[in-house]
């Protein structure tokens, strides 16, 4: 390790109760980003730093270390998920100074995140925030096996991200608001990740067996809890000062779509895996028209990228005009989450005239054409006076004819009042 990589890391890392200097971040970051440059003794010398018994030395030593995991070559966590322990600090406390106990509490929480981070890269083999998105990116692409492996782990992270739990008037220095500022733009990306799993999970469930479907309904609830814990850290953003455009959007599922996925758990367990029980049926399929051919209009995906949904086997071909329903793009060009910037002139952010206000939920009209051959006619008894209906809005025209192809369409009209291209 250089001299002038050495002298960073202690500048870095000094006892001064201000963030790390970013001209001290800069320097190791050329450092690790040479060709061939060693890293593990940059590792050393900053989990020695970690070693301190004062606060605000371990604590901009973690900065220091994130930052590099964030900006750095991916030399740098790798290095880190080899190592047999990283960061000990589950009972770090500094007693010398009163706004140590605050800030302990913090130390021990970020050293856990940032041991699952280094922990995800070891069971994945790769980082999951800086790996492609979008159709062909690595979420979107895997197989049932792998996203049941994947997806726990990605939750797990997540989990001790969001575990940070700071108030806004507990960000009262520099070093823990860079800190807060590292977690943001990791959330950010480790959720585009996340989403976009759970997206090729509910793509694939239906062809699952039960084992496999109970385990994805598993994390799929799982993955609703965290989505409204994160739109709690995002408030949190919001009021420490990160600019508004910066900060997506977050709404819930319906649930009407978690009650149907159960619903299609419990026909399996009930062993009729070949037709859906005619009381789904019923409920999902109020008329079956002579021609499969089914317009509708709908929102705009959830965090949908303005691509077109490409055909699916199952239903034959799905039509749906600036849809792609991942996060695959969720960056921000002032934040620099991913490899190149995202133009702001690429983004398109609804108006309120393209909108309607139901219970809440914000609509952005596109249509769908749906056209399946894979399954035959049902003739469905006429009900007298049947009306089906989802938030005030008659969804008499809102189907396809099977289970699949209707979810699929559900799922895809989430709303959305964040929405960027995908490149």
């Given at each position: 390790m250089g001299s002038s990589a050495s002298k960073a890391a202690l500048g870095a890392t000094t006892d001064e109760p201000t963030e790390p200097e970013a001209k001290h971040l800069a320097d190791l970051i050329r450092y690790i980003n040479g060709t061939n440059m060693s890293v593990e003794h940059l590792a050393d010398v900053l989990s020695e730093k970690t070693r301190s018994s004062s606060w605000v030395v371990v604590f901009k030593a973690l900065v220091t270390v994130h930052h590099l995991m964030v900006h750095g070559n991916e030399r740098f966590i790798q290095h880190l998920a080899s190592r047999h322990s990283l960061f000990t600090l589950h009972n770090f406390l500094d007693k010398s100074v009163i706004e140590g106990y605050t800030m302990s509490t913090f130390i021990r929480r970020y050293s856990k995140f940032l041991n699952e981070k280094s922990l995800a890269y070891r069971l994945i083999t790769s980082d999951i925030t800086k790996t492609k998105r979008g159709m062909d990116g690595m979420?979107?692409?895997?197989?049932?096996?792998?996203?049941?492996?994947?997806?726990?782990?990605?939750?797990?992270?997540?989990?001790?991200?969001?575990?940070?739990?700071?108030?806004?008037?507990?960000?009262?220095?520099?070093?823990?608001?860079?800190?807060?500022m590292l977690l943001f733009k990791d959330s950010l990306r480790l959720f585009a990740a996340y989403n976009e799993g759970i997206l090729n999970l509910l793509d694939k469930y239906f062809d699952m067996r039960k084992n496999q479907c109970k385990e994805s309904l598993d994390i799929y609830?799982?993955?609703?809890?965290?989505?409204?814990?994160?739109?709690?850290?995002?408030?949190?953003?919001?009021?420490?000062?990160?600019?508004?455009?910066?900060?997506p959007y977050l709404t819930q599922a319906p649930h009407s779509l978690l009650e149907a996925l159960k619903?299609?758990?419990?026909?399996?367990?009930?062993?009729?895996?070949?037709?859906?029980?005619?009381?789904?049926?019923?409920?999902?399929?109020?008329?079956?028209?002579?021609?499969?051919v089914v317009k509708a209009s709908a929102s705009s995906a959830w965090f949908a990228a303005h691509k077109p949904v490409g055909a699916r086997q199952q239903c034959g071909k799905i039509i749906a005009n600036n849809l792609d329903g991942s996060l695959a793009s969720l960056v921000g060009t002032d934040l620099n989450l991913g490899e190149s910037p995202v133009n702001r002139s690429d983004m398109k952010w609804p108006q309120p005239s393209e909108m309607e206000i139901?219970?809440?939920?914000?609509?952005?009209?596109?249509?769908?054409?749906?056209?399946?051959?894979?399954?035959?006619?049902?003739?469905?008894p006429s009900v007298p006076h049947m009306k089906f209906e989802y938030d005030g809005m008659d969804l008499g025209s809102l189907f396809c004819s099977d289970l699949y192809s209707f979810l699929n369409l559900h799922f895809y009209i989430f709303c959305q009042t964040w929405e960027v291209f995908c490149p």
């Open positions: 979420m979107r692409t895997m197989d049932t096996k792998q996203l049941l492996n994947t997806l726990p782990v990605i939750q797990t992270q997540f989990d001790a991200l969001l575990n940070f739990n700071a108030n806004p008037d507990e960000l009262t220095n520099g070093i823990v608001h860079a800190a807060f609830i799982k993955f609703l809890e965290r989505t409204t814990k994160l739109v709690q850290f995002l408030k949190v953003a919001e009021q420490v000062g990160i600019d508004q455009n910066d900060i619903q299609h758990l419990a026909s399996l367990e009930e062993k009729n895996n070949s037709l859906l029980p005619y009381s789904l049926q019923h409920a999902l399929i109020p008329s079956i028209p002579n021609n499969p139901a219970d809440g939920m914000k609509w952005q009209l596109n249509t769908y054409t749906c056209t399946s051959t894979l399954w035959k006619h049902i003739s469905v």
